[in-house]
T-cell receptor, first 112, second 109 residues
């Protein structure tokens, strides 16, 4: 069964460093998303992406964040200068035209 | 934006018991999904159920869209059912999902 994959599973970085989180969505899906979950809290939407552009973003998704689909398979989230409060689990998701979103296993980001 | 409330916040069951988890939402929805977050943090799709009733093994779900709620039923619970159950909705096709705070289920042997 096709699934969303994410790498790395765990990333540790120093405050102020740039990180890139990678995702491979399900191959025939057209809509891509990033969400995050701070430990013990609910899952929050960051950004959605369709047809090579951002379709929606939350207030969390400020100028420190960017997304890219560099080729036909990868979807990346970049955080330019990480802060302590960026520590969270980051989930990538994708959907086709039927609207059901499928989530990857997540990348746990720890900012020291 | 749309509000999603889940209840109860915590639930402790003995193995073999049945349970009902509730999700209320504040507006009409285009999509409603139930997820199980396992101890490793993975979000597992349980149901895509904007309306009606579906069953998958010991789990079933019902969404009454006109009354703005959904129920997840777990029968004959097992210890592997433990984890956090999230309800999530959106109000437009392929738009962002808004999650509830989740229900933490602990099934004791």
């Amino acid at each position: 069964e096709p699934e969303v994959t994410q790498t790395p599973s765990h990333q540790v970085t120093q405050m102020g460093q740039e990180v890139i989180l990678r995702c491979v969505p399900i191959s025939n899906h057209l809509y891509f998303y990033w969400y995050r979950q701070i430990l013990g809290q609910k899952v929050e939407f960051l950004v959605s992406f369709y047809n090579n552009e951002i379709s929606e973003k939350s207030e969390i998704f400020d100028d420190q964040f960017s997304v890219e689909r560099p080729d036909g398979s990868n979807f990346t989230l970049k955080i330019r200068s990480t802060k302590l409060e960026d520590s969270a689990m980051y989930f990538c998701a994708s959907s086709s035209t039927n609207n059901e979103q499928f989530f990857g296993p997540g990348t746990r980001l720890t900012v020291l | 934006g749309i509000q999603v409330e889940q209840s109860p916040p915590d639930l402790i069951l003995q193995e073999g018991a049945n349970s009902t988890l509730r999700c209320n939402f504040s507006d009409s929805v285009n999509n409603l999904q139930w997820f199980h977050q396992n101890p490793w943090g993975q979000l597992i799709n349980l149901f895509y159920i904007p309306s009606g009733t579906k069953q998958n093994g010991r789990l079933s779900a019902t969404t009454v869209a006109t009354e703005r709620y959904s129920l997840l039923y777990i029968s004959s619970s097992q210890t592997t059912d433990s984890g956090v159950y999230f309800c999530a909705v959106n109000t437009g096709a392929n738009s962002k999902l808004t999650f509830g705070k989740g229900i933490t289920l602990s099934v004791r042997p």
